[in-house]
């Protein structure tokens, strides 16, 4: 079955760089979420999407932003790097006519921050 | 808001023995529940979730768990513990409603396993 794709899977940056990660979900799934979770740390909501339209926004720095597209892909831009952006990056799709708060995890983005 | 605790941050059991990791969660109304495991530098994968009904809910892998409306409380169990299920463990309550699934997650039990 298909399921999560996110790329990259590893990214290494620069503080202050600029970064763009992508998530795409499983076919037929019209909302995305983004988690990060830091070294050690629980999972955190980010931001999620459905239709395109943002759903919810958690603890996102105003240095990230994202967007979903119209084929239901989304991806998370950071800017301005810092190295406590370090972290495992979880792109999660779910289907609004299924089960509530079924989702589907992918298998992450570790972006390392120098 | 919502919350969830897990007051267990590293549990060590032999192979073959039972298990059960604790979950406390605090929401105002009826929680959509979920249990996910993670290994090293993978994703999370759902064992199982709750979202009404029988109480007792049977997931992947072996493990079941118990929703105690009265405690708050949402334990994983397994009868007998293999190695390979040495990994961290994350309970899990989604919001629901509009929002569509935003997770708060507890900050995970580590179990590990010996022979």
């Known amino acids: 079955a298909a399921g999560v794709i996110q790329s990259p899977r590893h990214l290494i940056k620069e503080k202050r760089e600029t970064a763009t990660l992508k998530c795409y979900p499983i076919?037929?799934?019209?909302?995305v979420y983004w988690y990060q979770q830091g070294p050690g740390q629980d999972p955190q909501f980010l931001i999620s999407?459905?239709?395109?339209?943002?759903?919810d926004k958690g603890s996102i720095p105003d240095r990230f932003s994202a967007q979903q597209f119209s084929d239901y892909h989304s991806e998370l831009n950071m800017s301005s790097l810092e190295l406590g952006d370090s972290a495992l990056y979880f792109c999660?799709?779910?289907?609004?006519?299924?089960?509530?708060?079924?989702?589907?995890f992918g298998p992450g983005t570790r972006l390392t921050v120098l | 808001a919502q919350s969830v605790t897990q007051p267990d941050i590293h549990i060590t059991v032999s192979e073959g023995a039972s298990l059960e990791l604790r979950c406390n969660y605090s929401?105002?109304?009826?929680?959509?529940l979920f249990w996910y495991v993670q290994s090293p530098g993978q994703g999370l994968q759902l064992l199982l979730k709750?979202?009404?009904?029988?109480?007792l809910v049977q997931g992947i892998k072996g493990f079941e768990a118990e929703f105690k409306r009265s405690q708050s409380s949402f334990n994983l169990r397994k009868p007998s513990v293999h190695w390979s299920d040495a990994a961290e463990y994350f309970c899990?309550?989604?919001?629901?409603?509009?929002?569509?699934?935003?997770?708060?997650f507890g900050q995970g039990t580590i179990l590990t396993v010996h022979p």
């Open positions: 999660a799709s779910g289907n609004s006519g299924g089960p509530l708060n079924e989702q589907f």
């Open positions: 076919p037929r799934h019209d909302t």
């Open positions: 999407f459905y239709e395109k339209m943002q759903s």
């Open positions: 929401y105002g109304a009826t929680p959509y």
């Open positions: 709750y979202f009404s009904g029988d109480t």
């Open positions: 899990a309550v989604g919001s629901g409603g509009t929002s569509y699934g935003k997770l708060t």
